[in-house]
């Protein structure tokens, strides 16, 4: 069975901070990877994902994230955070080549950025 | 804006008391799931549609069914609604073609309440 563990559960930085959260997967097999964040009030949104190839992805509004196969691990960046990235970060995966496969997510980071 | 859309976004039912969630889509994906998220906790998957195919997970309880009456809509019915099952439920849709699938696709959600 597929896990995601996501090591920090409360973020709490000032703006202009760099930003790096911690994700984990645990599977046997070859896996699509997800980041997705949730603004306070609003539904899931996809903030990038890693398919295959460069396994370091960009995403929506200058995060980016780096697939290390060797760690199981696939890392949220940013450069520089603004008070609206306060929001909840999901890590999710499923199996490559798993049909219709759901995800199965992370318990999130909640993040807040102080102005 | 092609999109997903549930209803109705807040739901209060009495325990015991049949309740049905719905879900529309209007992105043509084959696919379509259904989510349980708890307070503070990551979205669960419930079941979901490969087209017409119903796949249920292991863990889903029976008191939980679905139905896709056509590739647009699809509704989550709870039976005997208990105390436990308060809870926000999240309907994506995703694209799966040729055994891998692409990105999932969230609607708002429906807020469940159990009185």
């Known amino acids: 069975a597929q896990s995601v563990s996501q090591h920090n559960h409360h973020v709490i930085l000032s703006e202009a901070a760099s930003l790096e959260l911690g994700c984990n997967y645990s599977?046997?097999?070859?896996?699509?990877l997800f980041w997705y964040v949730q603004y306070p009030g609003q539904h899931l949104q996809l903030l990038l994902k890693y398919f295959s190839g460069d396994p370091l992805v960009k995403g929506i509004k200058g995060f980016e994230a780096e697939f290390i196969k060797s760690k199981f691990s696939f890392n949220l960046r940013k450069p520089s955070v603004q008070w609206s990235d306060t929001a909840e970060y999901f890590c999710a995966v499923n199996s490559k080549g798993g049909g219709a496969d759901g995800l199965t997510f992370g318990k999130g980071t909640h993040l807040i950025i102080q102005p | 804006d092609a999109m997903v859309i549930q209803n109705p976004r807040y739901q209060v039912t009495q325990f015991g008391k049949p309740v049905t969630l719905s879900c529309s889509q209007t992105l043509n994906h084959n696919v379509m799931y259904w989510y349980q998220q708890k307070s503070s906790q990551a979205p669960k998957l419930l079941f979901h549609?490969?087209?017409?195919?119903?796949?249920n997970e292991a863990d889903t309880p029976d008191n939980f069914q679905s139905r896709r009456p056509n590739t647009s809509f699809c509704f989550l019915d709870i039976r005997s609604p208990g105390l436990g099952d308060a809870a926000m439920y999240l309907c994506a849709t995703s694209i799966t073609r040729q055994g891998f699938s692409y990105e999932q696709y969230f609607g708002p959600g429906t807020r469940l309440t159990v009185t």
């Open positions: 549609y490969y087209d017409k195919d119903f796949n």
């Open positions: 599977y046997g097999g070859t896996v699509n």
